[in-house]
Nanobody
Framework: QVQLLESGGGLVQAGDSLRLSCAAS????????MGWFRQAPGKEREFVAA????????YYADPVKGRFTISRDNAKNTVYLQMNFLQPEDTAIYYC?????????????????????WGQGTQVTVSS
């Protein structure tokens, strides 16, 4: 198991930027595919972005493509989510997650059930 701790959330205005961080401890960080998910009030959790173990392949949900960037620093055991041009519909709790899946197909990395470790989440609120 790996322990995950998110930070960087907050209250911003539409058009602003935020960078979320997720620090990992426990097992070797580069063993895991890392993902970001979010859950808005009254909605189901949804996939946001994921990154391969080496950081060379990234995946994004359509609503965030071109605005969000996922990256990782394996030396620092940290994954990031840079969020630009935030909109009110981005308001949600953002969760970091780790997957030990042997597959990195889009269908796998977007499936929350493939992630065995989750952080507690960080709130992002975007006002209009």
């Amino acid at each position: 198991q790996v322990q995950l701790l998110e930070s960087g959330g907050g209250l911003v205005q539409a058009g602003d930027s935020l960078r979320l961080s997720c620090a990992a401890s426990g097992r070797t960080f580069n063993y895991y595919i890392m993902g970001w998910f979010r859950q808005a009030p009254g909605k189901e959790r949804e996939f946001v972005a994921a990154i391969s173990r080496g950081g060379t392949v990234t995946y994004y949900a359509d609503p965030v493509k071109g605005r969000f960037t996922i990256s990782r620093d394996n030396a620092k055991n940290t994954v990031y989510l840079q969020m630009n041009f935030l909109q009110p519909e981005d308001t949600a709790i953002y969760y970091c997650a780790a997957s030990s899946s042997g597959s990195t197909t889009p269908e796998i990395v977007q499936d929350g059930a493939q992630y065995g470790s989750w952080g507690q989440g960080t709130q992002v609120t975007v006002s209009s």
